[in-house]
């Protein structure tokens, strides 16, 4: 059980567009839900938090029209990274939560901006 | 041995010994920890959790013990095997079950 789809595993797009990263909690309903980025050899840092029907809560530094989230369903939660840049490549990862002090990971996206 | 520097620290093993790798953690009200190991291009994968009200917690030849008046963690796992080659990373939890990523350690298993 617990099982959290993310897609897609990786892009390619050209400096200026923007990308949609989703992710998908499978068998269970995930009421939060985390976004995190992760540079080569590198830890994970959390980017923000969504819970269903609320507004995202974004970690200091993280821009927030930049990175925009969406959390309208207990199951799904999407990153759009807009207007992107080549700095902005990097691994995506979401995790999701039920509440019950379990994290299920994705298996992230590379974004590379070209 | 282990090497610091522009890269993540690395512990070489060889299969069949035991790996311990450690962790220091930042803030004492943490009450929730969790080990995950990390394959090139995944995303993190649970190992082992443990709760401050405990200070070892043992898995499938895998232990945590936890030391919070040092503020320290270490994962042990028994009889390395070559898949065990990964990043692992220590995990904290903070202010709204938010989880926080430790430096993460690279263990190589020489077969």
């Known amino acids: 059980g617990a099982v959290v789809s993310q897609h897609p595993s990786w892009v390619i797009c050209k400096s200026g567009t923007s990308v949609k990263i989703e992710c998908r909690s499978l068998?269970?309903?995930?009421?939060?839900m985390f976004w995190y980025r992760q540079f080569p050899k590198q830890s994970l840092m959390l980017m923000a938090t969504s819970n269903e029907g609320s507004k995202a809560t974004y970690e200091q530094g993280v821009e927030k029209d930049k990175f925009l989230i969406n959390h309208a369903s207990l199951t799904l939660s999407t990153l759009t990274v807009t207007s992107a840049h080549p700095e902005d490549s990097s691994f995506y990862i979401c995790?999701?939560?039920?509440?019950?002090?379990?994290?299920?990971f994705g298996s992230g996206t590379r974004l590379t901006v070209v | 041995g282990e090497s610091v520097g522009l890269h993540l620290p690395t512990l070489s093993v060889q299969e069949g010994d035991n790996s311990i790798i450690n962790c220091a953690y930042s803030?004492?009200?943490?009450?929730?920890f969790i080990w995950y190991k990390q394959e090139s291009g995944k995303g993190p994968q649970f190992i082992i959790d443990i709760r401050s009200n405990m200070d070892k917690r043992q898995g499938q030849r895998v232990t945590v013990l936890l030391n919070k008046t040092v503020k320290h963690l270490s994962l042990q796992i028994a009889a390395t095997q070559p898949g065990d080659s990964a990043v692992y990373f220590c995990a904290e939890t903070y202010g709204n079950n938010r989880l926080a990523f430790g430096k993460g350690n690279q263990v190589v298993v020489i077969p």
């Open positions: 068998d269970f309903q995930a009421t939060t």
């Open positions: 803030n004492s009200a943490s009450d929730y």
């Open positions: 995790s999701a939560s039920s509440g019950h002090g379990r994290y299920t």
